[in-house]
């Protein structure tokens, strides 16, 4: 009985490793950490140099060119715009892009159409930022992207629009809030946090700010990126991060 149980102690460990590569999906020569590097968890290899970026948006208050501005001193080879109010693109048409962030600021040409194509555009492969008012009850991001639970945040959000700034920090070594030191804003929304979502940060004002969903493919920002002027400390290091870590996953 003793040899035998000195056999159990001998093979345990290599069986155990057997399961955890099995349910890894890893082969025999990627390991654990090797699949966690290669989607990007914990920080991932892509910066904003591999990213080309699609910003799906509503142009009022010159939004586009202002958050063009912002985001293309970090590196992104490609910064392009699409009005959500005009027409919703194709699947083919965000196959070109790593990484998409959209917002709205009334109805987009399709709540539903919109909402599909980002479901099928992260089943894809690809990463979603999703910031105010997109999570906006009525004129957000409906269809299956809201219904399906892909993002960190619910699509139940009324808009405070009040001056706020960014207080408690769940997970300061998160590479989305690499560099993001403070935040200001006025307008915003406040959806409740989805089953889930992982919460970054709050907002001084008590609801959640920044979140990203488990997979890390999409991520949840109560804010406008346009924000008519208001917005103050770092969001450009804010958006980029979160573009960049939603494309690495």
Known sequence: ???????????????????????????????????????????????PAD?????LGQDDLSGFAFVQGYLTPFGFPVVDTYDNTIATPTLADLSA?????????GSPASVTALGDLLADYVDAGGGVVVATYGHAAGYGVGGTFAAGGYSPFNFDAVNPNTVTSMSTVYDAAHPIMAGVVSLGVRYRDNP???????????????????????????VGLAMSPVDGGNLTGNYPELFSNALTFTASN
Request: glycine fraction near 12%.
């Open 192 to 218: 409740t946090v989805a089953p889930d979502g992982i919460v970054l940060a709050d907002w001084a004002a008590g609801n959640a700010a920044i979140g990203v969903n488990a997979t890390g493919t999409v």
């Open 1 to 47: 009985m003793k040899r035998r149980a000195n056999m159990w102690k001998m093979f345990l460990p290599a069986l155990l490793l057997g399961a955890l590569l099995l349910a890894t999906g890893c082969s025999e020569d990627e390991t654990v950490s090797d699949r966690v590097d290669s989607r990007g968890l914990g920080g991932g290899p892509v910066t």
């Open 51 to 55: 990213v080309n970026v699609l910003l």
């Open 97 to 105: 892009y790593q990484a998409v962030m959209v917002w709205t600021d």
